[in-house]
């Protein structure tokens, strides 16, 4: 890829229906910082619905600890999205 790669510029790809762009930028971060569980997560939901095996181990790998911390994560972000 020619272009700076980020999680902001592949969510945009993804608000925009692009969905084989993101999921090459999150294949391409996730190879460059392999334990980042969101990008894991949305290479494994993209690839699902791309129709690709996903490259990145499932949620059902990640531990308890894991999960709620990027739930939270997921959380606070929608919860940001909505006061504007």
């Known amino acids: 890829m ?3 790669i980020t999680k902001t510029l592949a969510e ?3 608000q925009q229906g692009h969905l084989r762009e993101a999921y090459e930028i999150f294949k ?3 190879e460059k ?3 980042d569980i969101e990008i894991k997560m949305k ?3 993209l690839g699902g619905k791309l129709g690709l095996t996903p490259s990145a181990a499932p949620a059902s790998n990640l531990s308890a600890e894991e999960k709620i ?4 994560k997921w959380l606070f972000n ?3 999205r909505r006061k504007g």
């Open 69 to 72: 911390r990027l739930l939270r």
């Open 43 to 45: 290479l494994n939901e």
């Open 28 to 30: 391409a971060l996730s």
């Open 33 to 35: 910082d392999p334990s």
């Open 2 to 4: 020619d272009q700076i």
């Open 12 to 14: 945009i790809y993804l």
């Open 78 to 80: 929608l919860q940001k």
